[in-house]
C-alpha cells in the first residue's frame, strides 16, 4: 500500500476531495462515450473501503473549511461528491454511503431539478445510440454523419460534443435537442428520467449523511458568461439549495470544472458570492498549494473506465499528480 512507505500521505497533503457522477449497475450500449461518468455500487464500495483502510477521515464537504483549522493534521481527510443530481445517486449511491457511515455531498443544478434544462451528453449518447445516420448542421449546411458502428457513432459524438461548450451553448444545446426530437430522442424525457427532482431532493436530504450544494442554473461553463450572468449562476443556484435544506448554502461546484470552463475569475467570484469552497475537476489532493485558494479545489475522479481499488488508493495518495509535474 502505497501510504505504507511514507511517500503517498506526504503528496496527499490534507486529503483527497472524489468526484462521481452516476452510481448504478452498469447497462451495457452499443457507443458508451460517458462511461467515465459511471462506476457500479460495488466500485463505490471497494473505493470507500479503500481510503479507510488507509486511515482516511470521511469528512462532508461543508466540514472542511473547519476540518483545516481545528481538526488533526495527521489525518488526510476523504471526501466524496457527486455532480448533477442523478436519481441513482439516491437509489443505488446512498445505500453504500449509509453502509459505512460516510457523508456524501451531491451538487444539485436548478434548471435539471426543475426541467427548464437538459442534459446534452446524454441527449447526445442517446441519439448516436438511436439512429445509423444523422444529418447535422455545423454551421456550413446539413452534413451527413453515418453512426451505423460502434466507431462511427463515437466518432460523432465527439464530433457534435466538441462544438457544445463555448460562447453559444446555449444555443448548440438548443440545435443538438431539436436534431435529435427529429429522430425520436427526448432530451426533456431524458432529464426526467435520470434526474431527482426537488421532492426527491429533500427526501434525500433527510439522511444525515447526505448533503448538498450549488452547481448552478443552466450548467453552462462559466469562463464564457459575462461576470453578471456569472455571478446569477453562482447565487440563484445557493439560494435554491438552501430553499430545499434549509440551511445556508457555502459550497459550490462548477459545471464540466476543467480548466478551460473555469477561469481565474470565476475562482474568485465564487468566494466573493459567499461560499466558502468551490470545487473544479482539475485532478489533484488537498496539498497546500491546492488549499491556497478555496475557490478553486481540486478533485479526483472516481472513473468507471478504471474500477479498481488499488487505483483508488494511488491517486488519493497525490503521486501521480506529482510524477506529472
Known amino acids: ?49 479503500a ?38 445517486n439516491a437509489v443505488h449511491a446512498a445505500p453504500v454511503f449509509n453502509r459505512h457511515d460516510v457523508p456524501f455531498t451531491v451538487f444539485v443544478t436548478r434548471g435539471l431539478t426543475e426541467r427548464t434544462h437538459t442534459l446534452w451528453w446524454e441527449t447526445l449518447e442517446a441519439l448516436v445510440n438511436a439512429t445509423g445516420e444523422i444529418d447535422y448542421d455545423f454551421g456550413n449546411g446539413v452534413e451527413l454523419l453515418e453512426t451505423a458502428t460502434p466507431s462511427q457513432k463515437l466518432a460523432a459524438y465527439e464530433r457534435i460534443g466538441a462544438g457544445i461548450i463555448g460562447g453559444h451553448e446555449a444555443e448548440a444545446i438548443m440545435q443538438l435537442n431539436e436534431c435529435a426530437r427529429s429522430y425520436g430522442v427526448n432530451a426533456d424525457a431524458i432529464v426526467r428520467d435520470l434526474v431527482m427532482d426537488r421532492r426527491e431532493l429533500q427526501a434525500l436530504t433527510a439522511n444525515p449523511l447526505a448533503h448538498l450544494g450549488a452547481h448552478t ?3 453552462r461553463a462559466m469562463a464564457f458568461l459575462n461576470r453578471e450572468a456569472a455571478i446569477d449562476e453562482m447565487t440563484a443556484s445557493a439560494i435554491y439549495v438552501t430553499g430545499i435544506t434549509g440551511r445556508r448554502n457555502r459550497i459550490f461546484s462548477y459545471p464540466y470544472g476543467f480548466a478551460e470552463a473555469v477561469s481565474k475569475r470565476d475562482r474568485d467570484l465564487a468566494l466573493e458570492c459567499g461560499f466558502d469552497l468551490a470545487v473544479t475537476t482539475a485532478p489533484g489532493t488537498l496539498t497546500d498549494r491546492a488549499l491556497a485558494h478555496m475557490g478553486g479545489l481540486p478533485r479526483v475522479s472516481l472513473n468507471g473506465l478504471f474500477q479498481k481499488a488499488r487505483y483508488v488508493k494511488a491517486l488519493a495518495s497525490g503521486i501521480p499528480f506529482k510524477l506529472l509535474n
Not at 497533503?13 to 467515465?36: D, K, M, S, Y
Not at 459511471?38 to 473501503?49: K, N, S, Y
Open 51 to 88: 481510503v479507510l483502510e488507509d486511515g482516511y477521515v470521511p469528512l462532508a464537504l461543508s466540514q472542511l473549511p473547519d476540518w483545516l483549522k481545528n481538526g488533526d493534521p495527521s489525518r488526510p481527510v476523504a471526501i466524496f461528491t457527486l455532480d448533477d443530481g442523478y436519481r441513482d
Open 1 to 49: 500500500m502505497l501510504s505504507s512507505l511514507g511517500l503517498g500521505r506526504s503528496l496527499s497533503g490534507r486529503g483527497v476531495i472524489f468526484t462521481l457522477h452516476h452510481v448504478r449497475p452498469h447497462v451495457a450500449r452499443a457507443c458508451e462515450p460517458n462511461r467515465h461518468l459511471e462506476v457500479t455500487p460495488e466500485f463505490l464500495d471497494q473505493a470507500i473501503q
Open 217 to 219: 442554473i443552466s450548467h
